[in-house]
């Protein structure tokens, strides 16, 4: 006697559950390849996060410089900019000269820096919008993360304001 119809598909559908599915060890193999993956990511993607957060402060020190820049050569009075860091805060706040006002609303950085080199620094414009303070020469001062990278923040005498990752300044503390 031969085989039946139904035979042949019972036959194969038994075929194709056997076949089908991964195996245990198939499923270690690649629990682990992950895992080995994520130990080597994770470390990188918290420094890249950490130099990200840096680069962000730093540009947001820079704008707000070149922001009170602006406000004193719209006011034509000098404006004075300070920028510390106290108990892991940075804090940038902008009067007029004379401390007869605020120029700009004062900002804090929290968790992205965690000082200022050289601070606190003052920097200080006039109607013009030239730079005023520290002497007739460019004003360089650095901005340092938790893990001692530092960016820098440079003023030429005409007042304008530039940021770059290379760290041109005092060393982080």
Do not use: H
């Amino acid at each position: 006697m031969g085989v039946t119809r139904q035979n042949k598909t019972d036959y194969m559908l038994g075929q194709k559950n056997r076949e089908g599915g991964f195996t245990l060890i198939e499923m270690m193999i690649v629990v682990a390849i992950i895992g080995i993956g994520a130990s080597i990511a994770v470390p990188e993607f918290i420094k890249w996060n950490a130099r990200t957060q840096l680069r962000q402060a730093t540009s947001e020190i820079a704008s707000q410089l070149t922001m009170a820049r602006m406000a004193a050569m719209n006011r034509n009075r000098g404006v004075d900019v300070t920028i510390q860091a106290t108990s892991g805060v940075v804090n940038v706040s902008a009067v007029a000269s004379g401390g007869s006002g605020t120029v700009i609303p004062s900002r804090s950085l929290m968790n992205s820096v965690k000082s200022v080199t050289g601070g606190p620094v003052t920097v200080s414009f006039s109607s013009l919008g030239v730079k005023t303070s520290a002497g007739t020469g460019t004003q360089t001062f650095g901005v340092c993360d938790a893990n001692n990278v530092q960016y820098s923040v440079t003023i030429i005498p005409t007042g304008r304001v530039n940021w770059s990752v290379s760290s041109t300044a005092t060393p982080c503390p």
